[in-house]
């Protein structure tokens, strides 16, 4: 089954402890994103990678990193969580860019920082 | 100005009614829209995508593109309770890198 995977679904952390939320798409997809949601907000673009080795900075990139070592795997990374990164997590893919290539998003990760 | 603006809502309508979904941008670059429907909790699942000016229809769902006036909207016809749900427009703005959404507009179809 086509489909983007994130992990954890459920995570709840102190201030500062590192923590990495995976994500994988087996769609043989170039682009990859991730995406945060707030209520008010609605889904605030993170980060995004177009090809493997490839990242950028979407709108709200501060206190993330991620990298792309493989074209299926796209993690994101909290070095130092704060409580302003408490949020719905999506991890999404798409073939490329455009009207032929809608987003695929996984089920979501929801985090709490204490 | 947001890049994508949808009114919060939430717009309730009877069911059987015609749901109509607003939404305007503001990047004239914009090329391809997309209509996303969210259930509490879940992640966005695809609707429907338009990027011709005019209609394009789904079934019950009708997507409507005018780029002129930078607005899109989105139709439900014979509206039905399992279309409660929270509808994300989004548009690929800034060179055509990132997919923007609006807020989101929660609709309530009442029995």
């Known amino acids: 089954e086509a489909q983007v995977t994130q992990n954890p679904r459920y995570l709840i952390t102190v201030t500062g402890k590192k923590l990495t939320v995976t994500c994988s798409q087996n769609m043989n997809h170039e682009y990859m994103s991730w995406y945060r949601q707030d209520p008010g907000l609605g889904l605030r673009q993170i980060y995004y990678?177009?090809?493997?080795?490839?990242?950028d900075k979407g709108d709200v990139p501060e206190g993330y990193k991620v990298s792309r070592k493989e074209k299926r795997n796209f993690p994101l990374i909290l070095e130092s969580p704060s409580p302003n990164q408490t949020s719905l997590y999506f991890c999404a893919s798409s073939l490329g860019q455009g009207a032929g290539s809608p987003l695929h998003f996984g089920n979501g990760t929801r985090l709490t920082v204490t | 100005q947001k890049e994508v603006e949808q009114n919060s809502g939430p717009l309730s309508v009877p069911e059987g009614a015609i749901a109509s979904l607003n939404c305007t941008y503001s990047?004239?670059?914009?090329?391809?829209f997309f209509w996303y429907r969210q259930y509490s909790g879940k992640s966005p699942e695809l609707i429907m995508f338009?990027?011709?000016?005019g209609d394009k229809e789904d079934g019950r769902f009708t997507a409507q593109l005018n780029k002129a006036s930078q607005y899109v909207s989105l139709l439900i016809r014979d509206s039905q309770p399992s279309d409660s749900a929270t509808y994300l427009c989004a548009a690929y703005t800034g060179g055509g890198n990132k997919l923007t959404f609006g807020t989101g507009t929660q609709l309530k179809v009442e029995l």
């Open positions: 338009i990027y011709s000016n």
């Open positions: 990678s177009m090809n493997v080795e490839v990242t």
């Open positions: 990047d004239r670059g914009s090329q391809s």
